[in-house]
């Protein structure tokens, strides 16, 4: 069994999508875990990880979301385990989600450090698992260059099979490759490759906005899937609406209060991908119709205009199962731009 457990030198740096994409050109039944959760998701009185539903639904895995992780809270898992009772439970947890796999992929908390003081950071869990680490690193070249001086120079590695060390989100790889390509020969750490960035892949679908704000979806099931460009809070009267260019966007997502009738006529009529319908105010049935005739999805939610829109805008684009044009991307990437087999 091949383990190989990912992390990453900073927040938000594509470990998920990375993973994704690797699981698909592996050619191999991959299991995934990640002991310690930090996006939690909370459906159906049961919780678990935003990326083990990822894992679980996309590559149709027998095991249980919430098998996939030990929990997602300091003081509760510190409560629960020490050191000792901690890694049985993280052996307990990689036999049964690797049961009849070929690879284990196991995904480690925010960043590098995340959950050290529960024994539960990627290095850890590496050692417990005697599997490979593979680090994820992104942002501009400069960030990029202190991070992983960083991990040659400060973090201990010893004992630790490092598989390997992956670039994501480079804005101009050539550029990069020749700026810094000398230095990273001289740190002499294993680069499997460098993936360029792609907006598309720093935009939220419909789909992940709804989840983020527990909506209930009142018409466009089938459209839930469609990339969300622009964000456009609708305060102001129809008609001003109306007059403004930015309204005249494609992939453009309205958020308005559910009593605004107008608003949300001019909003399905300006074409969006979806309207936001804050302060949990059902409008008129024949606007519910005629945005479902449109296949426009409208999301019902229970937050008034401005705690929805700043809910949004805080929020980090994940890769959602239902992203199937993402992960395809995500395969393509790291076939392009990734020496995957080296980690075999």
Request: glycine content about 6%; aromatic content about 6%; proline content about 3%.
């Amino acid at each position: 069994m091949l383990n190989l457990v990912f992390t990453s030198l900073r927040y938000n740096a594509g470990k998920t999508g990375v993973m994704a994409g690797i699981a698909q050109v592996l050619s191999k039944k991959i299991g995934y875990m990640k002991p310690f959760g930090d996006r939690l998701l909370y459906r159906k009185k049961r919780l678990w990880d935003f990326d083990s539903a990822v894992f679980t639904n996309h590559f149709n895995l027998d095991e249980q979301p919430e098998d996939m992780s030990m929990g997602f809270d300091h003081s509760k898992l510190r409560y629960m385990y020490d050191a000792e009772s901690s890694r049985k439970k993280i052996e307990e947890m990689a036999a049964h989600n690797s049961n009849e796999k070929d690879v284990l992929l196991v995904e480690g908390g925010r960043n590098i450090n995340c959950g050290m003081s529960i024994n539960l950071d990627a290095i850890t869990i590496c050692n417990i698992l005697k599997g490979k680490l593979v680090v994820i690193t992104s942002g501009d070249g400069d960030k990029i260059i202190d991070d992983l001086t960083f991990l040659k120079q400060n973090v201990d590695l010893e004992g630790v099979k490092l598989g390997g060390v992956i670039i994501n989100k480079v804005k101009d790889v050539s550029d990069f490759q020749t700026l810094h390509g000398n230095y990273l020969n001289e740190l002499a750490l294993p680069v499997l490759g460098v993936i360029p960035y792609r907006e598309e892949l720093s935009k939220p679908t419909v789909q992940f906005i709804s989840d983020v704000l527990l909506a209930r979806v009142l018409s466009g099931e089938s459209a839930m899937n469609k990339t969300v460009r622009e964000i456009f809070v609708g305060a102001m009267s129809a008609d001003a609406i109306l007059r403004l260019d930015r309204l005249k966007k494609h992939s453009k997502i309205i958020i308005t209060s559910g009593d605004r009738s107008d608003m949300i006529l001019a909003a399905i009529e300006s074409n969006c991908v979806g309207i936001v319908l804050t302060n949990n105010i059902l409008p008129p049935p024949n606007i519910i119709a005629r945005a479902a005739n449109m296949n426009i999805p409208l999301l019902l939610t229970k937050g008034d205009t401005f705690q929805i829109a700043k809910k949004i805008d805080q929020s980090v684009p994940l890769l959602s199962h239902t992203d199937t044009k993402k992960l395809a991307l995500w395969k393509t990437l790291i076939e392009e731009n990734v020496d995957w087999r080296q980690l075999l």
